[in-house]
């Protein structure tokens, strides 16, 4: 039987049976792992208050066999990140983020990986829970937890020839923008560019303020300069290329846009 | 072991409800097979007519045999005072705990984007609407403190902010018969930052 010690956020909580939870945890030490925990339901007191959404927690897992779906003993609770849930577009912007990692992160993926994973998690939800969400901050937060996950789009190499996109642009003499070709995940220098190529066209200073966010730490990462245009760029450029890769819409998508959209959900406390 | 069809049957029927396995669908099988004629029809009649007659109400959208509900039809109830919950269970538990007279709305729900369930899943543009017709004070939002439940009441706080009633959350804290050493940090910490002076 392997026994696990480790921090583990919290992304997704099921009812299972009568009595029973299974919840979906990233840890530093698993990645994501999905875990049963018996009793959960009825007991108050075997896991007080601790499986709920985005809920850090000091967990103890145990496996009893290698194909055995993971048991919860013991579980508690470091943060519930309560400006989360008083601060419905935080709320939604976090709601984003777990469901992209829950969704898209491989279970049981250990080593150097899982601990930047959980890193970039937790990073990501501090910021969301500790400022007004914005469409930038959105891109921003979102692009760093794909990078984390592994599904980072190259953002400055043209992805046929391997040279800079934005010298051979310049060489060329083209203009500010630069094609991107969705399902590449990258870049196209003028060279490589054929007609008919189906490519999106994006300023290049989207993508080096991109890149420039994928460098920030998380506490700072609202300081980056990008204006409602390129903002508006980076969040089609997403939206396209996770569609493409990940080829299904997230779920809390659509209510995260209205919130943002609308720009009238104010802090409450 | 042979069983015939209608058993299998039943028994297949009854392992769908909750909490019931093969071994109580089984018992509760061969327990109507040997029950009188009269109880076993009686308890199908229930069943039959429990999907024919309940509907929702159409005021607070609690399930009921009329529409409108009986608290809705109460004029002694406080009509405006509406307390929001999550589900009818809630309301049927804060009526059983008594002590609340107002009306109730019941959303069907807590916002989850995760299950994508947002504002147009729940009853909530019902609810708005209750509240603009006009002749509510209060609004107590009773949804569950989790975390989608505490969402969708600062989500509720903020679409009737301008509605003109005044918005109250639940209290959460300490339960009665609790322990200290056993509550999480944040039920602590709840409880002593909602802490009240003694009468």
Known sequence: MATIETQALVLRVVDFGESDRIAHLLTPVTSRLTVIAKGAKRSKRRFPGTLDLFHLLDVRIERRRPTSMARLEQARLLDAWTPLRRHPARFALACYLAELVDRLATEGTGGREARDLFAAVLGALRAAASREPTPRMRALLELRVLAAIGLEPELRRCVRCGRDADASGAAAGESAKVAFHVAEGGPLCVGCTAVGDPCMTLHRGTLRALEQGLRLPFDRIDRLALGAEPTAEARALLARFLRFHVGFELRSERFLDSLLASGTVRALA | ?199
């Open chain 2, 1 to 199: 072991m042979r069983t015939s069809a209608p058993i299998q049957r039943l028994v297949a029927a009854l392992r769908r409800l909750p909490g019931i396995g093969e071994k109580s669908a089984t018992r509760l099988t061969f327990h109507l097979l040997s029950a009188p004629d009269a109880q076993v029809h009686e308890l199908a009649e229930a069943i039959v007519r429990l999907k024919k007659e309940i509907v929702l109400c159409a005021e607070c959208f609690d399930l009921t045999d009329a529409s409108p509900c009986a608290i809705c039809r109460d004029a002694r109830r406080d009509a405006s005072q509406i307390c929001v919950v999550e589900e009818p269970a809630d309301l049927a538990a804060i009526e059983a705990a008594g002590g609340y007279g107002g009306r109730y709305h019941v959303l069907g729900g807590a916002l989850s984007p995760i299950d994508g369930i947002g504002p147009e899943e729940l009853r909530i543009a019902d609810l708005e609407a209750r509240v603009r017709r006009g002749g509510v004070r209060e609004i107590v939002l009773a949804t569950n403190p989790t975390a989608e439940g505490d969402a969708t009441a600062y989500y509720l706080a903020e679409r009737l902010r301008d509605a003109g009633a005044k918005l109250t959350r639940i209290a959460s804290g300490m339960p009665l018969g609790g322990d200290l050493e056993y509550a999480d940090p944040v039920t602590i910490g709840r409880s002593i930052a909602h802490r009240r002076e003694m009468d």
